[in-house]
């Protein structure tokens, strides 16, 4: 069974832009959560997706922003980019709302300058 | 609400010497606690999961962990280090039951194998 994939695995912005990254979750899983990893923050949770509605959002402005689809694929959207949002963007798949049980992709690289 | 302390963010172990990673946590509801791997340009895997099950979890590539309710800590061991272990450890909490599941992650710990 293939497991969680990110597109693209590394991304250059400038200040301003917006970007979208993409996460498809291993096939069957149903939830979708979202992690910013920085080294001074650590890894922060962003939120989490099941059947296509956001169940929880950890603590981001507004320009952070998510989508699930009817096929469990995931988007977030990050807009007005500063040079803080750099960071590794990492999805995380489960098979249901809530499990505790996730598997993470390997990651989008976003270098913001 | 909930937290992890990771003490030590660097530990320094010679190849066949044992493994001793330690995470203490706080939670107001009896937590699940997680310990992940993560490698260079990689993302994290999970090496093994405490959900009020045995106390002693056993995970993968030879890494277990304790959970002491007393001690409020989860500490990460393996007998013995293997150049392949040199990765970064993540210890992570959620609530075990009720509530929203958002998992707070410590700061990591970076383990170094020496040859």
């Known amino acids: 069974k293939a497991g969680v994939t990110q597109t693209p695995r590394y991304l250059i912005k400038t200040r301003g832009q917006q970007v979208t990254l993409s996460c498809s979750p291993i096939s069957g899983h149903r939830s979708v959560s979202w992690y910013q990893q920085t080294p001074g923050q650590g890894l922060q949770f962003l939120f989490e997706?099941?059947?296509?509605?956001?169940?929880n959002k950890g603590n981001f402005p507004g320009r952070f922003s998510g989508r699930q689809f009817s096929n469990s694929r995931s988007e977030m959207n990050v807009s007005t980019l500063e040079l803080g949002d750099s960071a590794l963007y990492l999805c995380a798949s489960s098979q249901t709302a809530g499990d505790n049980e996730q598997f993470f992709g390997p990651g989008t690289r976003l270098t913001v300058l | 609400a909930q937290s992890v302390t990771q003490l030590g963010s660097h530990v320094s172990v010679s190849e066949g010497a044992l493994v001793l990673l330690r995470c203490n946590y706080s939670s107001s509801v009896p937590p699940y606690l997680f310990w992940y791997v993560q490698y260079p340009n990689q993302g994290l895997q999970l090496l093994l999961k405490?959900?009020?099950?045995?106390?002693l979890v056993k995970g993968i590539n030879g890494f277990e962990a304790e959970f002491k309710k007393s001690e409020t800590s989860f500490h990460l061991t393996k007998p013995s280090a293997h150049m392949s272990d040199a990765a970064e450890y993540f210890c992570a909490v959620t609530p075990g039951s009720g509530g929203s599941y958002i998992p707070t992650f410590g700061r990591g710990t970076s383990l170094i194998v020496h040859p």
């Open positions: 405490y959900t009020s099950a045995a106390t």
């Open positions: 997706y099941f059947s296509e509605t956001q169940r």
